[in-house]
Protein backbone atom coordinates (compact mmCIF):
# COMPACT_ATOMS: atom_id res chain seq x y z
CA UNK A 1 0.00 0.00 0.00
CA UNK A 2 3.03 2.60 0.69
CA UNK A 3 4.17 1.50 -2.67
CA UNK A 4 1.17 2.55 -4.02
CA UNK A 5 0.96 6.02 -2.15
CA UNK A 6 4.63 6.93 -3.12
CA UNK A 7 3.87 5.89 -6.53
CA UNK A 8 0.79 8.04 -6.57
CA UNK A 9 3.12 10.97 -5.03
CA UNK A 10 5.38 10.51 -7.73
CA UNK A 11 3.34 10.67 -10.48
CA UNK A 12 1.53 14.03 -9.18
CA UNK A 13 5.57 15.42 -8.84
CA UNK A 14 6.25 13.98 -12.69
CA UNK A 15 3.16 15.50 -13.86
CA UNK A 16 3.87 19.26 -12.25
CA UNK A 17 7.78 19.23 -13.75
CA UNK A 18 6.04 18.56 -17.09
CA UNK A 19 4.20 21.90 -16.33
CA UNK A 20 7.26 23.45 -14.90
CA UNK A 21 9.40 22.44 -18.10
CA UNK A 22 6.70 23.16 -20.21
CA UNK A 23 6.56 27.10 -18.31
CA UNK A 24 10.19 27.83 -18.63
CA UNK A 25 10.47 27.12 -22.12
CA UNK A 26 7.70 29.70 -22.43
CA UNK A 27 9.99 32.05 -20.72
CA UNK A 28 12.93 31.36 -22.24
CA UNK A 29 11.26 32.23 -25.51
CA UNK A 30 10.06 35.34 -24.35
CA UNK A 31 13.45 36.06 -22.52
CA UNK A 32 15.23 36.13 -26.39
CA UNK A 33 12.31 38.71 -26.97
CA UNK A 34 13.26 40.76 -24.47
CA UNK A 35 16.58 40.65 -25.20
CA UNK A 36 15.80 41.40 -28.56
CA UNK A 37 14.26 44.64 -27.34
CA UNK A 38 16.84 45.54 -25.19
CA UNK A 39 19.76 45.32 -28.18
CA UNK A 40 16.99 47.95 -30.24
CA UNK A 41 16.70 50.41 -26.95
CA UNK A 42 20.55 50.42 -26.52
CA UNK A 43 19.70 48.89 -22.94
CA UNK A 44 21.96 46.86 -20.69
CA UNK A 45 21.31 42.94 -20.29
CA UNK A 46 21.30 42.44 -16.71
CA UNK A 47 18.06 44.13 -14.69
CA UNK A 48 19.00 44.17 -11.06
CA UNK A 49 15.63 45.93 -9.96
CA UNK A 50 13.44 43.60 -11.85
CA UNK A 51 14.94 40.19 -10.80
CA UNK A 52 14.44 42.16 -7.05
CA UNK A 53 10.81 42.74 -8.01
CA UNK A 54 10.31 39.79 -8.89
CA UNK A 55 11.75 38.04 -5.78
CA UNK A 56 9.82 40.36 -3.77
CA UNK A 57 6.72 39.07 -5.46
CA UNK A 58 7.43 35.23 -4.25
CA UNK A 59 5.14 34.66 -0.97
CA UNK A 60 4.40 31.19 -0.19
CA UNK A 61 5.50 28.65 2.24
CA UNK A 62 8.82 27.39 0.57
CA UNK A 63 9.44 31.49 -0.11
CA UNK A 64 13.09 31.10 0.24
CA UNK A 65 13.76 27.35 -1.79
CA UNK A 66 11.60 29.86 -4.76
CA UNK A 67 13.58 32.62 -4.84
CA UNK A 68 16.79 30.31 -5.07
CA UNK A 69 15.36 28.57 -7.79
CA UNK A 70 14.51 31.70 -9.63
CA UNK A 71 18.37 32.66 -9.16
CA UNK A 72 19.17 29.86 -11.05
CA UNK A 73 16.26 31.06 -13.88
CA UNK A 74 17.74 34.70 -13.79
CA UNK A 75 21.54 33.05 -14.72
CA UNK A 76 20.02 31.08 -17.44
CA UNK A 77 17.76 33.85 -18.67
CA UNK A 78 21.34 35.99 -18.51
CA UNK A 79 23.01 33.57 -20.16
CA UNK A 80 20.38 33.26 -22.99
CA UNK A 81 20.01 36.94 -23.78
CA UNK A 82 24.08 37.28 -23.84
CA UNK A 83 23.94 34.26 -26.36
CA UNK A 84 21.85 36.17 -28.33
CA UNK A 85 23.16 39.59 -28.43
CA UNK A 86 26.79 37.85 -29.47
CA UNK A 87 24.77 36.07 -32.47
CA UNK A 88 24.05 39.83 -33.24
CA UNK A 89 27.41 41.46 -32.70
CA UNK A 90 28.89 39.10 -35.20
Same mark, same amino acid.
Given at each position: M?? +?QL???? +??I ?7 VE ?12 A?TK ?6 IK??K ?5 ? #??I ?8 REI?QK? /????? #????? /??A? /???
Open positions: QN +NDALR +NEDALDSKILLSARLSLVESVQLKMGLGDQREREIL #KKTCPYSAEVYI /FEASL #KLQID /FWH /FEK
